[in-house]
């Protein structure tokens, strides 16, 4: 992408003509940044937007790849940075003020970079990208270069800075943690190195955090086993089980809202709970300020929480959201708050100028303030916001001075053009949508949601007023437009109605009429020439549900507004006959349109497909709607919907789209002859486009990036402005408090009122004819009620209204309907519920839950409810009964053999060896049987096999765990299965008690009846408990609720009712046998004996009569009726006595029956007791060894986690010594340049007075002293008021600085090599040589001193690297500590077992129930073994101490045998030594000479002579190679600087080439035409340099070892001469 000065690139030209950026008008969505004192700059859009403070000047820079990103600012440098947003963005730095391009940043961000950030000294830039990379990046952004980079995957950062005075720090916070990163370096290498801040809870408590990996902590459990972490427990055991924590350990933190730092390498920290922290930037450790209460009269905001921080000296400056900046005063651990300053709006941030003379305060709403310390007045508006983004923009007529704005909000500006300041303001107070401007009058017309128009009078620019208002409907106002001469307004609704207002102010702005169109209206459209009398309105509007547009044009004369009543009807409706008012329909659809000025085409954007077609309009009237099709369709080569305009002269198309690009097009070819790119698809492109009336001025508002664009022909001259105007800040007051009506509603009800008038007489005959047909259906009704059921008519006939009355009944049926599905539904889900409730606990049990209750007892017993075992678990106990079978039977063959074998033996031994083996052997049987305490429980009790069950002391392994608990859970199964089936026994036979009962009562029954007794029969019954499948099924009486009975089902059973009762009434009616039996004999044959208590005899009937008149006869027949009276007592009193004892037998037989079933069932509850306890017992057992299963996984699952953590650390550890290897040779290498410097630099000194040996000796004294001499730099000293000021001072370890005191040294040194200062009598040839050498000298000694420093941060960097090993080498070596402390715990565990013992009562005594818990010392094993093994002891005891009898005699010699033979070894070893001296006596050749050579002192002296020529030849032989070395040396150098800086070139050549390289490289990867032969032509070629190169280095490495091998033997012979043995 070349480029030059983007503010320029603002433009494309084609065919001669090109626009150009004017201004730009947006305000700051992100932070404000000074450039330098003077000037602060701000993203907007696709620009960056420079102001300058003092004299408000603008400069704007644009970005070529659409919207700007994320902006920082360097100060000293004066450059800007700034990022893209397009896909894999880069980073563009421009200078200021020329604004060239100084470098392009290319990373491998993939969508965006959320923050830049310079630091204070230096040419380093940190970024930051989300979202995927969480990468942080170090730049140096001269160079061009990534030093280093890391990625922190899920950390999201809002705030990242450089430490003022460190620019090896750099903090970067977030809402939920802080982290400051130190970058270390190493010659040319940078590494990140990051520490996380722990933030204090959000009390401001801290919280102790113990170590999740090596907790030190942990209590000891004596019984349950080791105690893991957390970790472990949860089964970790990768990277995550080192921050596990469970969600109750887990407590809230403290926010952090912003950050800053102070001259002392401080943090201070604001906090969201209103906390403000100080962080130490060493050891980060954060300390929580008090915060210092006063009481003060003006109502202090207790709670601040900062959204912004900047420091200042003694403190912070802190602003929050409620438009007031406090000064935080800090001192000792504490600080006070004060009111420095109070804002209209929320401050969202704030930063000093780099002098600190001035605060930035910016607020929420975009508008800057600069704060002036010092000066009057101290609080200046730099850019005053306005309320939102622009929603329309429009030119005031002619559009060469003045234009308006309109907010959402209904704030209207008046700007001056040239310089896009602000002239006035005036705000509606109401949501505004719309703004157009009159052509004809100095008025402006405003649409707003609530369905008014205002108009707004622009005479006095500096005092815009409203001076109509229109209130249309009550639907929102979506399209205001003027035609070309301002005769008309038309205003288009959402509901879709177009109205038409004059647009006069001299006619107030009447309102001639509205007509309907579609209502989805895209755009409104007007021809309006002065050649005719007409104006041409075309409306655009879109049919989704047809996937086509709909074009409704009308005409309306000028003259309309003098005659709209013919036009109009009374509801304001102008009448489409009239109007002239046609339908076209486009088969695609369309995102604008607009009419030519002949009003034969329409030109139409395409929203779905990227053209712009033109259709002609058919020249004949036509009826209906017309279809057009396209004459011609041009591409338009812009993407997304897009919009059409008209200039004023009808010349030019002008196109706008969602890709932001607005291209100017001539009308009759559509081709375009000029584009500009205002805008990008970021923001959504160009909202809207005003274009003034001489096409000379083009304003584009932006649609989401808040951005309005000035654009002008590039050939215009501009002309400044010669005034300026202060803006109004005008503000509407409502008055009138009456709720309007709207315009359309009030001509409906003029409509009405005429209609009502005009009517009037009709509608009273009308409501009289109705009330007397009412009265005529009311008395027909009453007469149809009294006729019969046959004769009546459905109420359904005497409605009028059928169609009414329809409605009503399917309304009402449809809600029935609803009802019942919603009843059906909710009655479905609950009876879904109540399947899987009974599925579960009732269907899937094999045995249901139910119990039994004693008869006379308050006592109950309950089966135990089992479900029935699975498939799975019937294999799983199939397979662990085979498998201990085959144990068994494998234990029983090696028994087998074992006594075979043993048998075999003992016959070999003695009698009473066997005695005593057969004695053994007897108790091993007797062992072998041990009682059943050890099992932990009473299973036999109920028959349960335990044999297969393995002892509790052989516990060890996990799979015998596994298959015990299994074998357990059978038992368990197996004991409630025996239970149960004691239960069902006794179930059965409560069953037979009952029918008994029932059977006996019957006859008791009768026998009560017969003796007419009062007492109530005892009928036992089944509980709901007892039978529990009661409960399933609903019986009649338990439903409250009626049932609804259709009509047709309750007339179908009341017709079979009345069968039944008929066929009844004929059998009773034909049965003559019956009916006479039941009238003679009371319908029986004979008379029971039971009967005899109900027989009565009939009294004779003249006992009616008195005594006295009966006769004889009469007499002799009340004696018989007497006689038989009392036979008949008699009868009865035997039957009532034989009836009684019957009954008494029966009840005592039942009580008898009862309390047997009653004791019967108490000892089942024993035995219920008894199995519930065995139950436990298993179950307790089962929850051992789960717990011991789940604690063996948690020891594998912390031995896995310590040996994956021992990777990773094993892994981090050869990193570690990798950099550590690489720094010390890297040290090394250092080094030795830096030796060879400092050699040279010694050469240099010593080699001075050689370099001047022709002069005088004097002479050479002065250039010495003067060679040696150094220029003073003298510091500039900046103004006490500033240093005062600025709470950094000056900021060290610049690179800027290094680089000028070097050029001030230079220039100090021009001034000491001046012709003035040379000495007297010096020839000028050689002062200058001594120039020239001096120079040399300085810069050799700076170059030394760079090469100390950064030796010495080499130095360091080694250091912290060998820390960083050390401290990997202890976390390995804790691991393996902890590793073996874990394995010994693990095998504790696995033998320290948990056994369950039953022990009876007063076995055990504890006195006051304490416990000892520690049984470390302590084994379990049976007596008979501790008194088998002390006897054995004893014995064994005896025989040891005769045994040591022995061997002590023997032990003595063998000690004196052993000194003997020492002594004699040492004596040998002497005399070996002695020889061995003898032999190596040392006999040098010199001592032989000395001895054989009779005048050794003269060959000495000659010798010496001889050495001494050759020195001095060596030495002049020298002398000339260091002349010609030095001659060389320069040359050398000359030819060295001329290969650097053609290495230089070819770099910066490679550099682009390695760039184009790439990008071919990637495109071939992605075209995949790359072949075959290349990649084999390239690896063959690889391998032969690699060959070569290594052939060439075996070379050397074998001629190196020759030579060494040389001079190893010649130091050898002349060190160790050879010895001849003696």
């Known amino acids: 992408m070349a480029q030059s000065r983007e503010r320029d690139e603002g433009y494309h030209s084609a065919g001669g003509a090109s626009l150009s950026v004017r201004w730009v008008q947006g305000f700051p969505k992100q932070n404000v940044h000074f450039v330098n004192n003077n000037t602060i700059c701000y993203p907007c859009g696709n620009y960056v937007i420079f ?181 472990a427990i949860a089964g970790l055991v990768g990277e995550e089980a080192e921050t596990f924590r469970p969600k109750d350990d887990l407590y809230p933190l403290l926010h952090p809202t912003m950050h800053c730092w102070t001259p002392t390498s401080d943090l201070y920290i604001g906090c969201e709970e209103g906390h403000l922290l100080m962080i130490n930037g060493d050891t980060l450790k954060v300390t929580v300020l008090n915060k210092i209460e006063e009481e003060s009269p003006l109502g202090r905001r207790n709670f601040i929480s900062p959204v912004t921080l900047v420091y200042q000296k003694e ?75 622009f929603q329309a923009v429009d030119f005031i007529t002619p559009g060469t001075q003045h234009f308006m704005t309109l907010t959402h909000s209904g704030e209207i500006c008046v700007w001056w053009l040239e310089d896009c300041s602000c002239v006035s303001k005036i705000y509606l107070n109401t949501p505004a949508t719309v703004l157009a401007c009159c052509p004809s009058s100095l008025s402006a017309a405003v649409g707003t949601e609530g369905g008014s128009v205002y108009f707004i009078s622009v005479y006095d620019k500096e005092s815009p007023q409203v001076v109509d208002k229109a209130f249309l409907s009550e639907s929102s106002v979506q399209h205001v437009t003027y035609d070309q001469r301002g005769i008309f307004l038309l205003v288009g609704t959402s509901e879709g109605r177009v109205f038409i207002i004059c647009a006069s102010s001299s006619r107030s702005f009447r309102i001639i009429g509205f007509t309907e169109v579609a209502k989805d209206i895209l755009q409104i459209s007007t021809v309006s020439l002065s050649e005719t009398d007409i104006v041409e309105v075309m409306v655009l509007s879109s049919l989704p549900e047809a996937g086509r547009s709909r074009l409704e044009m009308f005409t309306l004369p000028t003259l309309l507004p003098q005659v709209s009543t013919i036009f109009a009807d009374e509801r304001g409706r102008l009448k489409d006959e009239i109007i002239h008012k046609y339908l076209y329909e486009l088969e695609h659809t369309l995102s604008s349109a607009v009419l030519d000025f002949q009003s034969k085409q329409i030109y139409g954007f395409c929203s779905q497909v990227p053209y712009i077609c033109s259709y002609l309009l058919p020249k004949e009237e036509h009826m209906g709607i017309y279809i057009l099709k396209p004459y011609k369709k041009v591409q338009s080569r812009q993407y997304g919907p897009g919009m059409l305009y008209l200039s004023s002269h009808g010349l030019w198309l002008i196109t706008i789209a969602k890709c932001g690009i607005l291209c100017i097009r001539d009308v009759y070819t559509l081709e375009t002859f000029a584009r500009c790119r205002s805008h990008s698809h970021q923001g959504h492109g160009i909202q809207s486009m005003r274009i003034s009336m001489d096409g000379q001025n083009i304003l584009v508002n932006g649609r989401d990036d808040g951005t309005l664009v000035y654009l002008k022909w590039k050939y215009v001259q501009y002309s400044k402005r010669k005034a300026s105007i202060d803006s109004s800040q005008d503000e509407l007051v409502p008055t009138d408090v009456k709720k309007e009506i709207p315009w359309i509603q009030q001509k409906s009800q003029e409509a009405i009122k005429k209609e009502v008038n005009l009517f009037s007489k009709k509608r009273k005959e009308i409501k009289e004819g109705i009330k007397s047909l009412s009265k005529t259906i009311l008395n027909m009704m009453e007469e149809n009620d009294k006729l019969e059921n046959i004769a009546k008519l459905d109420q359904q006939e005497f409605g009028l209204d059928l169609e ?209 007794l009062e007492e109530a029969v005892w009928q036992p019954e089944f509980e709901d408990c007892e039978k529990p499948e009661r409960t399933l099924v609903v019986q009649d009486e338990e439903i409250t609720a009626h049932k609804h009975v259709m009509p047709w089902h309750k007339a179908r059973e009341e017709l079979i009712v009345n069968r039944e009762t008929e066929r009844w009434l004929l059998i009773q009616g034909a049965n003559t046998r019956l009916r006479a039996l039941m009238d003679m004999m009371g319908g029986v044959l004979e008379v029971k004996k039971e009967d005899i208590l109900r027989m009565v005899i009939p009294q004779p009937a003249f006992m009616a009569k008195p005594d006295a008149v009966w006769t004889e006869e009469e ?37 008898e029956s009862t309390q047997a079933f009653d004791e019967h069932l108490k000892r089942l509850f024993e035995r219920r007791v008894k199995a519930e306890l065995v139950t436990n017992q298993e179950e307790l057992k089962i929850s051992n060894l789960a717990f011991s299963l789940l604690l063996d996984e948690e020891l594998s699952s912390r031995e896995k986690f310590l040996n994956n953590y021992l990777t990773r650390k094993q892994l981090e550890k050869s990193q570690t010594s990798e950099a550590v290897r690489k720094s010390r040779e890297d040290l090394d290498v250092y080094k030795e340049h830096y030796d060879n410097l400092l050699a040279e630099d010694k050469v240099m000194d010593r080699s001075f007075k050689k370099e001047f040996s022709e002069i005088p000796g004097h002479q050479v004294d002065i250039l010495y002293k003067l060679f040696k001499r150094r220029p003073r730099i003298s510091k500039q000293k900046t103004h006490s008021e500033t240093t005062s000021a600025v709470p950094f001072g000056e900021l060290p370890g610049s690179g800027k600085l290094s680089k000028d005191a070097f050029a001030q040294l230079m220039k100090a040194m021009d001034e000491l090599d001046n012709i003035s200062n040379m000495p007297e009598g010096l020839n000028p040839l050689v002062w200058n040589h001594f120039c020239m050498t001096r120079r040399a000298k300085v810069e050799n000694e700076q170059k030394v001193k760079q090469k100390a420093a950064d030796l010495l941060e080499m130095a360091t960097f080694l250091r912290k690297r060998v820390e960083e090993e050390e401290k990997v080498q202890q976390e390995i070596e804790r691991v393996f500590h902890e590793l073996i402390l874990l394995q ?59 045994s040591m009898m022995e061997t002590k005699d023997v032990h003595k010699r063998i000690l004196q045998i052993e000194w003997e033979h020492k002594k004699m070894e040492m004596e040998r070893e002497d005399l070996n030594q002695k020889a061995w001296d003898i032999q190596m006596l040392f006999f040098s050749r010199d001592r032989q000479k000395y001895l054989n050579e009779p005048n050794y002192e003269a060959l000495i002296s000659i010798q010496i002579g001889i050495m001494e020529q050759t020195i001095a030849v060596l030495d002049k032989t020298h002398k000339k190679n260091v002349e010609n070395c030095k001659k060389l040396l320069k040359k050398l150098g000359k030819f060295s600087n001329q290969k650097d800086i053609a290495n230089y070139t070819l770099s910066c050549n490679l550099r682009e080439e390695l760039v184009a390289v790439s990008e071919r490289k990637d495109i071939c990867n992605a075209m995949g035409s790359k072949l075959t032969c290349e990649k084999i032509v390239k690896e063959r070629y690889e391998n032969m340099m690699q060959q070569q190169k290594l052939t060439h280095i075996s070379k050397q490495q074998a001629e190196q070892i020759s030579i060494l091998q040389t001079e190893v033997e010649r130091l050898r012979m002349k060190t160790f001469p050879a010895l001849v043995q003696m």
């Open 51 to 231: 102001i300058n403070i003092e004299t408000k000047n603008k400069t704007v820079l644009q970005c070529s790849n659409g919207i700007v990103g994320v902006v920082a600012t360097n100060i000293p440098y004066e450059v800007v940075a700034f990022s893209d947003r397009k896909l894999k963005p880069l980073i563009y730095i421009y200078s200021f003020p020329g604004l060239t391009r100084r470098t392009k940043l290319k990373g491998n961000i993939l969508l965006d970079y959320t923050l830049l950030s310079f630091s204070y000294c230096g040419t380093y830039l940190a970024s930051y990208s989300s979202l995927p990379e969480f990468e942080l990046a170090l730049w140096n952004w001269e160079s061009n270069i990534i030093l280093c980079k890391k990625s922190q995957p899920g950390m999201d950062v809002n705030q990242m800075s450089f430490n003022p005075m460190n620019w090896r720090q750099l903090c970067l916070s977030s809402p939920s943690a802080v982290s400051v990163w130190t970058i270390e370096r190493s010659n040319q290498e940078h590494h990140f190195r990051a520490r996380s801040v722990k933030l204090p809870l959000e009390d401001g408590s801290f919280f102790n955090e113990t170590d999740v990996v090596f907790p030190q902590s942990l209590p000891k459990d004596l019984i349950y086993g080791p105690v893991l972490p957390l970790s």
């Open 315 to 389: 403190g912070v400056l802190a602003s929050g959201i409620d438009g007031f900046v406090y000064s935080f005063i800090i001192k000792d651990g504490s600080y006070m708050i004060k009111d420095f300053l109070e804002i209209e709006r929320p401050v969202e941030h704030m930063t000093f100028s780099p002098n600190y003379t001035m605060l930035l305060i910016q607020t929420d709403k975009g508008s800057v303030y600069i704060y002036t310390f010092g000066e009057e007045p101290t609080l200046n508006k730099v850019l005053d916001a306005c309320d939102g983004k």
């Open 804 to 1012: 009414e009355l329809e409605r009503l009944h399917d309304e009402s049926q449809e809600e029935v309907a609803k009802m019942i599905k919603d009843v059906e539904m909710h009655n479905l889900a609950k009876s879904y519920l109540a399947e899987l409730i009974k599925e579960e606990c009732w269907n899937s049990m094999a045995v249901k839950g139910r119990a039994l209750k004693c008869f006379h007892i308050p006592c109950v017993v309950e089966n135990f409810p089992m479900k029935a075992r699975t498939v799975e678990e019937l294999k799983e106990l199939e397979r662990v009964l085979q498998q201990k079978k085959i144990e068994a039977e494998c234990l029983k063959l090696r028994k087998e053999i074992v006594e075979a074998q043993s048998g075999v033996i003992l016959v070999k031994k003695r009698h009473e060896e066997d005695d005593e083996e057969e004695e053994e052997e007897d108790k091993t049987v007797k062992c072998s049987n041990l009682p059943n305490y050890l099992l932990g429980s009473l299973s036999t009790d109920f028959g349960v096999d335990t044999s297969l069950l393995s002892s509790q002391l052989q516990l060890h392994s996990r799979e015998e765990k596994i298959n015990q608990i299994i074998l357990l859970k059978d038992i368990i199964y197996k004991v409630k299965t025996a239970f149960n089936n004691e239960f069902d026994a006794a179930y059965k036979q409560k069953e037979f008690e009952i029918t008994r009962v029932k059977e006996r009562n019957v006859r008791i029954r009768e026998i009560i009846v017969d003796l007419e």
């Open 1115 to 1151: 007499r002799k027949q009340f004696k018989d009726y007497e006689k038989k009276v009392k036979e008949l007592n008699e009868e009865r009193d035997k039957y009532r006595k034989s009836l009684e004892a019957e009954l008494k037998k029966l009840q005592n037989s039942i009580q």
């Open 1384 to 1442: 010994e715990e693990k095998v504790r565990f696995q033998l320290n077992l948990t056994i369950q013992i039953l022990l009876k009562q007063g076995q055990v005594e504890l006195e006051n129930f304490q416990l000892v818990l520690e049984y470390s010392d302590a084994i379990l094993i049976n007596r008979n073994i501790i008194e088998d093994l002390n006897s054995v002891i004893r014995t064994q005891g005896q025989k040891k101490i005769a």
